[in-house]
């Protein structure tokens, strides 16, 4: 009785195999092809649809653009002349005789710098602002590769849920098979639970594979401000780019062309003016000061004819400059000196960070590079031949119904293996296209701020020159929110 039990089982399950599939198509389910398109009425995004939106709606672009502005504007700030001081002065005011010895004055001072300090100032400020303009260009490639990355994630999610949603299906049909032909006692109560707990991993599976869509999908449209964005698919193909890369030019590049390279180069020429302005600070600037008004004091123009006249109008001219004895400047030179070879020792600093960095992103892609080849080389055409093998036998009575289970199991992991990996080639790739940079909603550094425009104390340029998080490399995660 147990034997024949068997043999319907048997024949049960291929029956149903065969039902579902249809008579036209193979009993097993094709998962090599490509992901099934949504329905035409689905809504669809695209990466460019994404970058677009990223473009109009992430604040840190803004924001990067305002500090490009901000820096042309101290820029020009630092070069503008000091304003003339126009005023009035009385002089030998007697309450007695206040209409006979009074003097009125109109008077304009001009203090003109000298030594090219506006020009220097201004060079300070104007290297400020090419800063800015490659912080914006590193800010943008910052929010692309994230947004790439993102993508990619959310790409090999919907390929997950497509995996596991065809697995539960089978997983399903499994258990009420074993169900109705436990209920006529035609199949054991182990084949029964086995089946049912298969199921219940599936789904869970499933869910999992779900949420991390919809969490992957948040971040996604977190990022390119839109976080009302509603969930929908994303067009795309993740098999339809493997890229492949000559890593020493591309490290030659990274080396020569990443914004933080030429952040740090463009940080070296500005600390060359700042040296260059506190050299000038030395340099007298030039006191001007003319003055005209009315002198009511009485003079005698004949000493014999005892005739007296006012004064009237007189002028006086004031010209004069400081002499630099006691104050040289020396602290603020010695200062943008230190300055200047922190800001060299910067660039050196930066290139070994990029090719620690580069060393793992490297490996990392590597690593996922190799995954992908040989599972569409060997491991998914081998699992599939197993399956395909398992299940023959076991439709000839040759193979139990858990070694069929087993075999198609493993089919489905090594493609969401294959999955995985591609999603790590393509986030990897974009990373090294994109110069190691990440942090989308991270907010772009500041220009450096170095204070008074017009005060031409040694510390008006020489202030905020360093600190410990300038220029700092983003050597964190793959993407960093």
């Known amino acids: 009785m147990r034997a024949i039990g068997k043999e319907l089982l048997v024949l049960a399950t291929v029956f149903q195999f065969a039902s579902a599939a249809g008579a036209q198509t193979p009993p097993q389910p094709d998962l090599r092809g490509q992901v099934t398109a949504p329905a035409a009425s689905q809504p669809e995004l695209s990466l460019s649809n994404l970058e677009q939106m990223a473009g109009e709606n992430n604040p840190t672009l803004k924001q990067a653009e305002e500090n490009i502005k901000a820096a042309r504007g101290r820029a020009k700030q630092a070069g503008l002349m000091p304003n003339p001081v126009v005023g009035y002065q009385g002089e030998e005011f007697a309450f007695k005789f206040f209409d006979e010895k009074s003097e009125h004055f109109g008077f304009v001072e001009q203090t003109v710098p000298l030594g090219g300090k506006l020009a220097k100032a201004r060079s300070i400020y104007l290297r400020e602002a090419e800063r800015a303009e490659i912080e914006a260009l590193a800010q943008r490639h910052r929010v692309m590769n994230t947004i790439r990355a993102l993508y990619y994630d959310a790409l090999g999610a919907q390929r997950q ?38 199921a219940e991993q599936v789904d869970h599976e499933l869910q999992v594979a779900r949420n991390h869509l919809s969490q992957t999908w948040r971040l996604l449209a977190t990022v390119v ?12 193909n993740i098999e339809e780019r493997i890229p492949s890369f000559d890593q020493k030019e591309v490290l030659a590049k990274l080396l020569k062309s990443s914004p933080q390279i030429l952040s740090a180069q463009k940080r070296i020429e500005q600390t060359k003016a700042i040296l260059a302005r506190a050299k000038a600070e030395p340099i007298p600037d030039l006191f001007l000061r003319g003055a005209m008004g009315y002198s009511t004091e009485f003079i005698d123009t004949n000493q014999n004819s005892g005739n007296l006249k006012r004064t009237g109008v007189e002028a006086n001219v004031q010209v004069g400059m400081s002499i630099p004895v006691w104050n040289q400047n020396q602290g603020a030179i010695a200062t943008a000196r230190a300055d200047l070879a922190y800001a060299e020792q910067d660039l050196e600093r930066t290139k070994l960070a990029l090719q620690a960095q580069f060393a793992t992103v490297t490996q990392d892609y590597d690593n996922a590079l190799d995954t992908v080849r040989r599972y569409r080389t060997a491991v998914i055409p081998q699992a599939d031949e197993a399956y395909e093998l398992y299940l023959k036998r076991f439709k000839e009575m040759g193979a139990s119904y858990p070694q069929v289970l087993i ?37 772009p550094r500041l220009a450096d701020n170095s204070g008074g425009f017009n005060d031409f104390v040694q510390h008006a340029e020489t202030e905020k020159v360093r600190s410990g998080t300038d220029n700092a ?8 929110y």
Do not use: C, K, W
């Not at 983003?474 to 993407?479: I, S």
């Open 161 to 198: 849920i497509d995996l596991q949603t065809e697995l539960s299906r089978i997983a399903h049909d499994a258990v009420t098979t074993t169900t109705e032909l436990f209920n006529v006692g035609q199949a054991d109560r182990p084949d029964n639970l086995q089946a049912q707990i298969e």
């Open 225 to 236: 401000g839109r976080p009302d964005l509603p969930q929908t698919r994303l067009q795309g």
């Open 407 to 443: 075999a198609q199991r493993t089919m489905f992991q090594v493609r969401q293996r294959y999955i995985n990996a591609l999603v790590a080639l393509q986030q990897n790739a974009s990373q090294l296209e994109g110069y190691l940079l990440s942090g989308a909603l991270t907010s």
């Open 473 to 480: 490399l983003d050597t964190t995660g793959l993407v960093e």
